[in-house]
């Protein structure tokens, strides 16, 4: 069975205890992982690419916002892809990618990521299916290149909203003034073309499950703020970091 | 037999008139090569990544000079590498390489190359082995990468001298006060370890042969820039480089 069908986000009944439940736990795992952050930004051998996919309004950057608020400012780097520029365009797709991993100790998110040069040109027909292939195995061999070439831990999330809950989202945009701002005539146009972005979500989910993908069920925020929470703890948790001891000639004798 | 000492490089004997015939040659080749660059500007489907690589004082600056002086340079970028600063060693080793790839219609000339991460840390000890295997993978990888993505044309140029004629040219940097600038105390410890250097560069070409390395003999700057210059043209040649046709709808009339 696919893996999109399996994430549980076709109701948004629940209980209202639950709920508070959940978000007070929320508070807590976010304030552990501003702590686990500090210690990686320190230690220094670690560092974290977080990549979120979805569909339009499926809430990638709400996800940004209440993961790693809290999380000092120099420890973390958010870029947004957008469609490439000229500049971009004259290059291979994974050079604009290459330019904003992370450095040692840091969290870099990506808003979007290298996995939209795969979706928009099957989608759209812009390349040979021979050719799109080869992107599958470039992407593959990049992020290896970061796991073994830099220590990186890669985090890759699909925010999954179901098709019910991007209409309500969208029509919030066209109804209430406070959110006009958010609406783009584009993203109708791509709704239209909601099962085939699934199947090639599908595809690559298969092909580039190295590492795995984690489809969060994100009708709910809260719901979907508290999966992403654990999964980056967890993440953090096997890197075994350390504040490094004392380094220094003069106070050797100290033994710190 | 090694790669190396196939490479005709042990004596400066030659014919005077060999000589001038050749100079006169390369002349006309570095014009041919003018106006390639210009038509694969103009083509916009091509780009060309040139790497030398090379003892000290084998001539990297100078083929540089000699072989594309004369090349708009709107159209030609030259880059250096350098031991890695701070924050290239906090990313994985061909981050900073990445950033200097050619977009399409340049030529990039890389002096030293993503191969020194190989070179240095092998001869040096930096890293066990099995860490250093990885970066011939990453290395194939990331070229094929440039190959299919950007459709990069890569050639890679070994300057050979002899070890007789490293000698005499570092000497000269010791003893003309012209030349003075170009000393630096390492490059006689490096010298030392000249078996090693060759031993990991035969390492390389056999490890990293797609697409191949050029071992360009280069006692003599007249025969290696020849080598070089004839190579690139035979690379310019097989791209079948057109001046596009006018996109235009104000002309379209003209059936240009």
Same mark, same amino acid.
């Given at each position: 069975? *696919?893996? #999109? ?9 629940? /209980? ?8 007070? $736990? &929320? ?7 501003? @702590?686990?952050?500090? +210690?990686?930004?320190?230690?220094? +051998?670690?560092?974290? =690419? ?17 993961? !790693? ?24 797709? =994974?050079? +604009? ?34 050719? #799109? ?9 990049? @992020? ?5 070439? &830099? &220590?990186?831990? #890669? ?6 909203? *179901?098709? @019910? ?6 029509? $919030? ?13 584009? /993203? ?10 699934? *199947? ?32 980056? =703890? ?16 003069? !106070?050797? @004798?100290?033994?710190?």
């Amino acid at each position: 069975m *696919s893996k #999109i069908i399996l994430a549980n986000t076709t109701t948004k009944t629940y /209980d209202r205890a639950l709920k508070e439940k959940i978000k007070a $736990e &929320n508070v807590k795992l976010v304030n552990q992982i501003v @702590e686990f952050q500090r +210690r990686m930004y320190s230690d220094g +051998r670690h560092n974290l =690419l977080i990549i979120f996919q979805g569909m339009d309004a499926s809430g990638k950057d709400g996800a940004t916002r209440k993961v !790693f608020s809290g999380v000092n400012p120099l420890g973390i780097k958010v870029h947004a892809y957008k469609k490439p520029t000229d500049k971009e365009f004259a290059h291979d797709f =994974l050079w +604009r990618i290459h330019q904003n991993v992370p450095q040692q100790g840091m969290i870099q998110v990506f808003n979007r990521s290298h996995y939209e040069d795969i979706l928009v040109p099957t989608i759209e027909g812009y390349f040979e299916e021979s050719y #799109i292939e080869k992107r599958y195995q470039h992407i593959n061999d990049f @992020e290896k290149l970061l796991i073994e070439g &830099n &220590n990186t831990t #890669i985090l890759k999330f699909y925010l999954h909203t *179901s098709k @019910e809950e991007q209409l309500e989202r969208l029509t $919030e945009r066209i109804e209430i003034p406070e959110k006009y701002w958010k609406h783009n005539d584009k /993203d109708w146009e791509t709704r239209k073309k909601w099962d085939s972005y699934m *199947s090639v979500y599908e595809q690559i989910f298969e092909k580039c499950n190295q590492p795995e993908w984690h489809i969060i069920p994100s009708d709910r925020n809260w719901e979907k703020e508290n999966h992403i929470a654990k999964i980056v =703890l967890k993440a953090f948790e096997e890197m075994d970091l350390k504040y490094p001891a004392l380094d220094s000639e003069l !106070f050797k @004798e100290k033994g710190m």
